[in-house]
């Protein structure tokens, strides 16, 4: 069976997201801080705000609040709100965001496979320069 080539269409040449098809998820997933948060849902479970805040170092709790309600938009996070005395919010990884489990795990299998050949080419350039 012969594989095909695809041709970008001619608008695909002078917009950047139809010419890579990956970049809208790009965009989505690997924001500043939605890897770290997606992980610590995927790896702990169900989480309160400050539980999130807590593990995940350097984020403040205005860039956690619009990432997380970004989240919840795309559909990668579900936010449960419990009316108690005080009120509780939970957060947790949704199904859809579940799937990017395996794309995580090729990832930190990339990352162990290559990251300290990366740090050499970066010595190297920094040397030559």
Not at 20 to 29: R, W
Not at 41 to 62: A, C, M, N, S, Y
Not at 67 to 77: A, I, K, P, S, W
Request: hydrophobic fraction near 40%; proline fraction near 9%; glycine fraction near 4%.
């Amino acid at each position: 069976m012969a594989t095909e080539t695809r041709r970008p269409a001619p608008d695909a040449l002078s917009d950047p997201e139809l010419a890579c098809p990956v970049s809208p998820v790009v965009d989505i997933v690997f924001s500043r801080w939605t890897t770290p948060i997606l992980w610590s849902l995927h790896t702990f479970g169900r989480q309160r705000f400050v539980q999130l805040e807590r593990r995940i170092k350097g984020i403040t709790p205005k860039v956690l609040t619009q990432r997380l309600r970004q989240l919840e938009r795309d559909g990668l996070v579900v936010r449960t709100y419990h009316p108690e005395v005080p009120p509780r919010v939970e957060y947790e990884i949704s199904d859809l965001g579940s799937t990017l489990a395996p794309l995580f795990a090729h990832l930190a299998e990339w990352a162990d496979a290559h990251l300290d050949h990366v740090e050499a080419a970066r010595e190297h350039y920094d040397a030559g320069t």
